[in-house]
């Protein structure tokens, strides 16, 4: 008897079925690509791209009552007979509060505060020129500040003007200006943004010792917000230069030495929201802002006093490990410790920068 081979029962989907299916998933993928493509690409980093080289981590020695002779020969370096000359340059936009606690706290130590703002934005907005309006705030220092405007470009409707390219711009015009300030070889040349603050006893060590490296970065502790949410020591593209001939207003990796623990980086430390809707739609990563609702002012303090991403994104690491530890709200922390003095000596007016002041101005 002839055995009949078994025969397959189960049936294949019909090919409109199939196209249907296709017709819903292919939409969504897109869209969906389209919508959350930045956060997709931070997820999977750590396949597709690698970090820099590691930098030489130099150590940094500092105790009170330690004289500055010892500080320096801790490090391997010679105390000088005579302080250099620190000029300290900045590129400004709106950050008022921040630029008065790096001067105030900076001040016993700089010859020349070089500061150059713009009258637009990155992105090509007009904006209000906030320190000329605002510099009585800073007579203080009247007498060391260096100050220019640089004419921005306005962005026509429908025009693409790269914001990285303006800022570039305007970096570049930094290098008059500093000379235009009366800096000279030797002198120390302090490059960083204006929430970027050195240390005073870093710009000592800067000022007194001599064979420090003619260039070096300074490893700055990251926070957001406020110093309430400490997010790590990634800051390192503030540097420190013995000025030459050969030296740039540059805000990039200029040097494998990095100088550790030198001070504070505070990024969107603002006192009012409508601060942190113009820095977020008038800095070089605007194009963060995906949605209108990002810019909703309650969602704003909501995510102050989370600690929790402005623009709904990853973090921006290169392992799993590193991505998954950083994912989440920042850690608050109620430390108040080795901040810079005068943001404590005046903590009443800064409130909003020390623990327990998430909340902030409405207007």
């Known amino acids: 008897m002839a055995i009949r081979p078994l025969r397959h029962t189960s049936k294949m989907p019909p090919p409109k079925f199939l196209f249907i299916i296709l017709l819903i998933l292919v939409p969504i993928c897109v869209i969906g690509i389209y919508t959350h493509g930045e956060k997709i690409s931070y997820l999977f980093r750590p396949l597709w791209d690698h970090p820099p080289p590691a930098f030489e981590r130099l150590p940094h020695y500092y105790a009170e009552n330690v004289s500055m002779d010892q500080l320096c020969n801790l490090h391997g370096w010679t105390m000088r007979s005579q302080p250099r000359r620190v000029f300290d340059g900045i590129i400004f936009s709106n950050e008022l509060d921040i630029l008065e606690v790096r001067w105030k706290e900076l001040h016993p130590y700089i010859t020349k505060f070089v500061i150059l703002e713009a009258n637009t934005t990155f992105t090509g907005i007009p904006k209000p020129l906030f320190f000329a309006s605002n510099r009585a705030r800073f007579a203080f220092a009247e007498e060391k500040i260096v100050h220019d ?142 949605r209108k ?18 623009f709904d994104m990853l973090p921006e690491e290169y392992t799993f490990k590193e991505l998954i530890k950083k994912m989440g709200p920042i850690p608050r922390s109620a430390s108040a410790v080795h901040l810079p003095a005068y943001l404590i000596e005046n903590a009443d007016k800064f409130r909003f920068l020390l623990p327990g002041g998430c909340l902030r101005a409405q207007d």
């Open 149 to 290: 405007v640089f004419p921005g470009k306005v962005a026509h409707p429908g025009s693409q003007e790269d914001p990285f390219i303006l800022e570039s711009k305007q970096r570049i015009a930094m290098n008059s200006l500093i000379r235009i300030a009366g800096i000279s070889y030797g002198d120390i040349l302090i490059m960083s943004d204006t929430d970027e603050i050195p240390s005073p006893h870093t710009v000592k060590l800067l000022q007194w010792c001599d064979g420090i490296p003619p260039i070096m970065h300074l490893e700055l502790r990251h926070y957001m917000y406020s110093f309430e949410f400490p997010v790590d020591y990634s800051s390192w593209r503030a540097t420190a230069h013995v000025f030459s001939p050969w030296t740039r207003y540059q805000h990039s990796r200029q040097t494998d030495y990095i100088f550790s623990d030198a001070g504070w980086h505070c990024s969107f430390c603002f006192r009012s929201i409508q601060e942190f809707v113009f820095k977020m739609t008038a800095y070089s990563h605007a194009n963060r802002v995906k």
């Open 293 to 310: 609702e990002f810019l909703n002012y309650p969602r704003i303090q909501k995510l102050i006093c989370k600690g929790d991403d402005l």
